[in-house]
């Protein structure tokens, strides 16, 4: 009987049509409904039944799912509704033909909920707006990059041309004459200063001296009764002429810290100006060089654009020019005016303090301290504290 089932079975015909395609089985409307359904509601178990044999196998085979006891299930409203009112949209035949479907609801929500975990998504536009501002910094770096290229190009040209003596170069031979002056009376106001330090120094190590020489004497007043009074004369001349060199001493260092205020303040100053000025000149005889040489050849289109970007750089270089050029002429004025003023003070007070210290005239030396406001420093005055070497 086997044997028959699986003959009938092989030997099932096939319905062809003419093309030679199979033909359509009416199951097949009704197989993809219920394919549907059980996608969209699961299965209906109270209808399905088991076959516990092969193909055409008897009926006693067919065990009926009613009858089996399963666990209990929880009644879904919702599924009723899916039932009745099914969501419009593509079947899915559609999904299965690889037809997209449109975003649900669900996967909206989810969207969002990715956003609100992961906030730099949300933080785009912003992101956006750095990457442009910084675009736009180095955009203007490169700018400034190559606006001192070509600044720096010119000068070196400019230089190298007044070197060798083929360019012309700005010259105001007043300025340029007092300009010189102050660099040979800064040159020498530099020996002035190192002079005096060093004579500060050496005077400071014989006024040290002097004191410890009386305090020897003083000492050795008391132990030799015999010499005693020697000892006391010679005791009280060295701790005179110690005060007396402490006075001096304070107003040498008062003469060496005015003329260093002069020489590296206010005469540096002056001179930093100045450098600014040269710079400025060499700037512009290098844009007015250049102007000149376009002003030379041709006059098309693109030569008049050249030349008139020039005519703008080469003004703005000549008023910085004119510019540091008066600033210096006035720095100058007031730094002679000024140097005059101080010099005099200064040399009147090292004069009458050296003349009144080797003269002996203690009250001379005193008064000329008081004249010129000049406080008497104590020997070792100048020598940072315990603190400030800690």
Partial sequence: MADSIMSKAATMEIPINSNGDTGTLPEDDSLEQD??????????????????????GPAGGIIPTSSIKGPAIRFNPDYLDRRRAPAPGPDIRMKSRGVSLPNSQSAASRLAQHTEHH?????????????????????EKLDSVKKWGINTYKCTKQMFSERFGRGSRTVDLELEA??????DTKSKY??????????????QSMVQTQQALGDTFTDLSQKSPELQDEFGYNAETQKLLCKNGEALLSAISFFVSSVNTLV???????????????????????YRSDLEELSLGPRDAAAMVRIEMSQHDYQIHRDKYER?????????????????????????????AISAYFAGNQQQLEQTLIQFNVKLKPPGSDKPSWLEEQ
């Fill in 35 to 56: 394919l549907q359904q059980v996608m969209v509601s699961g299965p209906n178990l109270n209808e399905t039944s088991i076959v516990s044999g092969g193909y055409g």
């Fill in 119 to 139: 906030p730099g998504s949300s933080n785009l536009n912003t992101s956006n707006s750095t990457e442009e501002i910084s675009r736009g910094v180095a955009v």
């Fill in 178 to 183: 007092q300009i010189d002056v102050l660099r």
């Fill in 190 to 203: 530099e020996n002035i200063l190192r002079l005096a330090t060093a004579l500060t120094s050496h005077f």
């Fill in 264 to 286: 590296n303040k206010t005469m540096e100053d002056t001179l930093l100006t100045i450098k600014l000025y040269e710079n400025a000149r060499l700037e512009f005889d290098a």
């Fill in 324 to 352: 540091l050029r008066s600033d210096v002429t006035i720095k100058l004025k007031f730094l002679e005016e000024n140097k005059v003023k101080v010099m005099h003070k200064q040399l009147l007070l090292f004069h009458n």
